[in-house]
């Protein structure tokens, strides 16, 4: 039988050494050599520690949380897929709650959580959020995915809102385009993006933007109804900024069907580098993070905070891909 100490005998290490490379603690007393030395053994020999045991050693779970509004979000199944990939190196069983924009039933998730006693807890909120939640996050190691949340002083892995909206919009304005729409989504990510845009637009010598609309989800369908809204506020928008590649993919439907071309008529970007940007008829620029990665880094965070390390927030810089929805846009 394979034992801690048979893994410390081949690997030329102390027990304690091998007992902090599986558990993921004390990181700056083992080096990168002899981290990267004991894994290899590990993996070799097939060896697999006894997380029950070690959870009562412990006095752990090894249980986490994940606390999201919906699967439905085209960008969930990655995060999601980044999370479970690190959580398995760590031995973490996943607890799957879905608030489906509840604000209540989030509250009643995170006390349900705390009764459980995992160990900690991965949350990705809703913009809007009961008063009594601060106390119930009080309670467990928390941390924050894409900081909607607005609550002071939880980690988080984030995405520099600020810098897509300003590479979103400046992408618009290089292509010649003056009269700009845009779909807001409210929350705390609409403001940076909003400044994001603004950036641009003083950059270029323009104020405002020509029309702007906020739609209270970021679905294909609410695409189609700002797409209408947008040109009652300015019949002369010749590009659009949407809230995500979804709504984008709402927008070109009711473009087109309104007899548009995209992209010669009206330009669109979208957010987020989801699946819907490179399926349809016409391919969607959009601005583009990692959300495996997003998952990946949230869950090595949370192992951290969960080990008493120090931890700082984590924030991605999103790129800007060109695709066919704006790439041949006419000078206007």
Same mark, same amino acid.
């Given at each position: 039988?394979?034992t801690l100490?048979k893994?410390a005998?081949?690997a030329g290490v102390?027990?304690t ?6 558990n ?7 080096s #990168?050599?002899?981290?990267q030395?004991?894994?290899r ?10 997380v029950?045991?070690?959870a009562l050693?412990?006095k752990?779970?090894?249980q986490?949380g994940l606390?999201i ?8 199944p990655?995060?999601v897929?980044?999370?479970q ?5 760590y031995?973490?069983a996943c607890?799957l709650? $879905?608030?489906?924009?509840d604000?209540?039933? #989030?509250l009643e998730?995170f @006390? ?6 995992v ?10 959020h009961?008063p009594?939640?601060v106390?119930? &996050?009080s309670?467990?190691?928390?941390v924050?995915?894409l900081?909607?949340?607005g609550?002071?002083?939880?980690p988080?892995?984030?995405?520099d809102?600020?810098?897509?909206g300003?590479?979103?919009?400046k992408?618009l304005?290089?292509m010649?385009h003056?009269? $700009?729409?845009?779909?807001l989504h409210?929350?705390i990510?609409w403001k940076?993006r909003f400044?994001g845009y603004?950036r641009?637009l003083?950059?270029?010598g323009?104020? !405002?933007l020509s ?10 369908q !609410?695409?189609?109804t700002a797409?209408?809204?947008l ?8 590009a $659009?900024l949407?809230a995500?590649?979804?709504v984008?993919?709402?927008?070109i439907?009711?473009a087109r069907?309104?007899?548009l071309c995209?992209?010669?008529d009206?330009a669109v970007i ?6 819907i940007s @490179?399926q349809?008829?016409?391919s969607?620029s959009t601005?583009?993070h990692?959300?495996?990665e ?6 090595r965070?949370l192992v951290? &905070?969960? !080990?008493n #390390?120090?931890v700082?927030?984590i924030?991605? @810089?999103p790129?800007?891909?060109v695709r066919q929805?704006?790439s041949?846009s006419?000078k206007?």
């Amino acid at each position: 039988m394979l034992t801690l100490k048979k893994v410390a005998e081949l690997a030329g290490v102390s027990t304690t050494t091998v007992s902090r490379v599986l558990n993921n603690t004390y990181r700056n007393k083992v080096s #990168e050599a002899t981290r990267q030395r004991v894994l290899r053994i590990v993996e070799e020999v097939g060896y697999r520690s006894s997380v029950p045991a070690r959870a009562l050693r412990q006095k752990r779970t090894y249980q986490y949380g994940l606390v999201i509004p919906s699967l439905a979000f085209s960008y969930m199944p990655e995060v999601v897929q980044g999370l479970q990939l690190v959580a398995a190196q760590y031995d973490y069983a996943c607890l799957l709650y $879905i608030t489906q924009e509840d604000s209540s039933y #989030e509250l009643e998730i995170f @006390r349900v959580l705390n009764s459980l006693h995992v160990d900690g807890v991965v949350w990705m909120p809703q913009p809007h959020h009961e008063p009594n939640l601060v106390q119930a &996050l009080s309670q467990k190691k928390v941390v924050e995915i894409l900081n909607r949340s607005g609550i002071a002083n939880l980690p988080s892995v984030t995405i520099d809102q600020e810098l897509g909206g300003y590479l979103a919009a400046k992408h618009l304005l290089d292509m010649g385009h003056r009269r $700009i729409g845009a779909i807001l989504h409210p929350g705390i990510h609409w403001k940076q993006r909003f400044a994001g845009y603004h950036r641009a637009l003083r950059e270029a010598g323009q104020e !405002n933007l020509s029309a702007l609309v906020y739609t209270d989800m970021v679905l294909w369908q !609410n695409g189609i109804t700002a797409f209408h809204e947008l040109y009652q506020q300015d019949p002369g928008i010749t590009a $659009i900024l949407a809230a995500s590649d979804d709504v984008a993919a709402g927008v070109i439907y009711a473009a087109r069907h309104q007899g548009l071309c995209v992209p010669d008529d009206v330009a669109v970007i979208g957010f987020g580098d989801n699946p819907i940007s @490179r399926q349809g008829e016409v391919s969607i620029s959009t601005i583009r993070h990692s959300k495996r990665e997003v998952g990946e880094q949230a869950m090595r965070l949370l192992v951290a &905070l969960i !080990n008493n #390390e120090e931890v700082k927030d984590i924030v991605f @810089r999103p790129k800007l891909i060109v695709r066919q929805s704006s790439s041949n846009s006419l000078k206007k």
